[in-house]
């Protein structure tokens, strides 16, 4: 298992900006796709965006391209979640997922929750009108 801890979350206006931070630990990423993922109230969790630790590949959910970008440092073992522009309907719990296979994985999986292993127990995110 890899302990995944998100933090970054909290409310915003329509318009703002929220950076998100998912820590993990325990091993080297060289092979994983790292993943996040939003469930909003009466929802499924969806797909966000995701970024392949080797080469930093990244792939984004048409909702939120041009708006958010995702991004790793190495030394921290840490993927980000830079939020512009937000709306209301961004509003949700926004989870981080680590793929131990992600290297091998096609986006079109990439996108689906069941290659994800390992998930961090989601942080709130509420964009105010």
């Known amino acids: 298992q890899v302990p995944l801890v998100e933090s970054g979350g909290g409310l915003v206006q329509a318009g703002g900006s929220l950076r998100l931070s998912c820590a993990a630990s325990?091993?080297?990423?060289?092979?994983?796709?790292m993943g996040w993922f939003r469930q909003r109230p009466g929802k499924e969790r969806e797909f966000v965006a995701v970024?392949?630790?080797?080469?930093?590949?990244?792939y984004y959910a048409d909702s939120v391209k041009g708006r958010f970008t995702i991004s790793r440092d190495n030394a921290k073992n840490t993927v980000y979640l830079q939020m512009n522009s937000l709306k209301p309907e961004d509003t949700a719990v926004y989870y981080c997922?680590?793929?131990?296979?992600?290297?091998?994985?096609?986006?079109?999986?990439?996108?689906?929750?069941?290659?994800?292993?390992?998930w961090g127990q989601g942080t709130q995110v509420t964009v105010s009108s």
């Open positions: 325990g091993r080297t990423f060289s092979n994983y796709a």
């Open positions: 997922a680590a793929d131990p296979k992600g290297s091998w994985h096609t986006t079109s999986l990439l996108t689906t929750t069941t290659v994800y292993d390992d």
């Open positions: 970024i392949r630790w080797s080469g930093g590949a990244t």
